[in-house]
């Protein structure tokens, strides 16, 4: 792998963690001054929602530094393993380069959230949550880029062999697609998203309604506020994306492993890929649903987009690969 890209991603890799670590450096030095009882966690308005005894302000360092532990590991997988994509040499270097790069940035999210939420707590003022949507929203914008870039790669530099009309190349592209780094952490990532779905859903229960005012409300009591609907319903419904999305992840699981021992490369491929997407969506809506915020008609249709898009990625494969070869 170029040494350029590799320096430049331990660059931004230990930049968050330095980050991360300046904020725990700087709240342990608060700790003397802060009142045995803080506020720690923040509403859908900055304001603060959930006040605990001070040894929770470690919160955001603790879950930032998982993230970043599995980031890391991710890192180094992208690093030292093939892709398993039947790309050029130059290709495979490519996307490799870009998947890193991505990587870090994608930590940058966490990284300047949890950031921003140790020093609010370590201040006791508001959470900027203009800034932080301003943030997110630029950072998974080059995200996207870097995925765009990544499928461009994999276009541009596919290998194609001299063989039997296409068919063999299908074959073997589909069994590649279906195998190394990508197929592992296709399998690895959305599982690790469903942990950390159900984990927020399950931090987040008692905090509901997020609204002060209506908290000790006895008719509000046991309801959250669904803004698609505009009302307070049941907060048992915010059990649903968590519950849906390890149905989901389970059967495509199934089908997966099933499909992958039948040599069925094409389907596997298309397990995949669902699993990934559902994986990222189902995940992000939680996070939604869980503040209180409205679940945007831009995801679900990017969403509903590219599970059509590998629909049609499997039909043009499997149209390609011949009985034999799959």
Known sequence: MDKKVVTVHRVLFWANVAILAATLVYYLIRWGSLPDEIGVHFGSDGAFDVVEKKIYGFYPHIICGAIMALTGIAGRMVMKRPTGLKISERGERLFKAEL???????????????????????????????????????????????????????????????????????????????????????????????????????????????????????????????????????????????????????????????????????????????????????????IILVSELGIGYISVTLYIILLALSAARYITTRKTISPEDE
Request: charged share 15%; proline share 3%; with cysteine.
């Open 100 to 286: 890193l790069i991505t990587l870090d940035v994608f930590l940058m999210v966490w990284t300047a959230m949890f950031s921003m939420w140790s020093l609010s707590v370590s201040t006791q003022t508001p959470l900027d949550i203009g800034l932080l949507s301003y943030i997110s929203t630029a950072v998974m914008l080059l995200v996207l880029i870097g995925v765009i870039a990544q499928i461009v790669t994999c276009i541009a530099c596919r290998q194609h062999a001299d063989t039997d009309a296409g068919g063999k190349n299908a074959a073997d592209t589909a069994k590649a697609d279906s195998s190394g780094i990508g197929h592992r952490l296709c399998r690895i990532v959305p599982w690790l998203l469903c942990v950390g779905c159900i984990a927020m859903t399950i931090e987040g229960w008692d905090r509901h309604p997020a609204d002060d005012a209506l908290y000790f409300n006895s008719d509000y009591y046991g309801k959250a506020y669904y803004a698609n609907f505009g009302t307070y319903m049941d907060k048992n419904f915010l059990a649903i994306p968590p519950i849906l999305m390890m149905a989901l992840l389970t059967a495509l699981e199934v089908i997966g492993i099933r499909s992958s021992r039948a040599g069925k490369t094409a389907l596997t491929a298309l397990t995949d890929r669902a699993k990934l997407i559902n994986g990222v969506f189902f995940f992000w809506w939680c």
